[in-house]
């Protein structure tokens, strides 16, 4: 099976950066199409960001488009989410997920709060 783990949440200023990853079990995180998405209090769950197998194509959110990095490493296993530029509305739970369109596995989620 996979599994998923959101690492590198945490409290932020505004205008700070935080990088997130996630780490996959098993020996298919190559083979898997991945995303972030993120879900504040009172609120569904939103898309942020993906990335293809090989890491050549990646598609953004418009609310985090060069803001936001999506990037893999599958030598590792590992997603990553390079946040810059942080503002509030950026504050949310973040999940990785993998499998699109209709992303079957979830990670647990990280936190993450901009705030002053």
């Known amino acids: 099976q996979v599994r998923l783990e959101e690492t590198g949440g945490g409290l932020v200023q505004p205008g700070g950066s935080l990088r997130l990853s996630c780490a996959a079990s098993?020996?298919?995180?190559?083979?898997?199409?991945m995303g972030w998405f993120r879900q504040s209090p009172g609120h569904t769950r939103n898309f942020v960001a993906s990335?293809?197998?090989?890491?050549?194509?990646?598609f953004y959110d418009d609310s985090v488009k060069g803001r936001f990095t999506i990037s893999r490493d599958n030598a590792k296993n590992t997603l990553f989410l390079q946040m810059n530029d942080l503002r509030p509305d950026d504050t949310a739970v973040y999940f990785c997920?993998?499998?699109?369109?209709?992303?079957?596995?979830w990670g647990q989620g990280t936190q993450v709060t901009v705030s002053s």
């Open positions: 997920s993998s499998e699109p369109p209709t992303w079957e596995h």
């Open positions: 098993g020996r298919t995180f190559s083979s898997m199409s």
């Open positions: 990335i293809n197998e090989s890491g050549g194509s990646t």
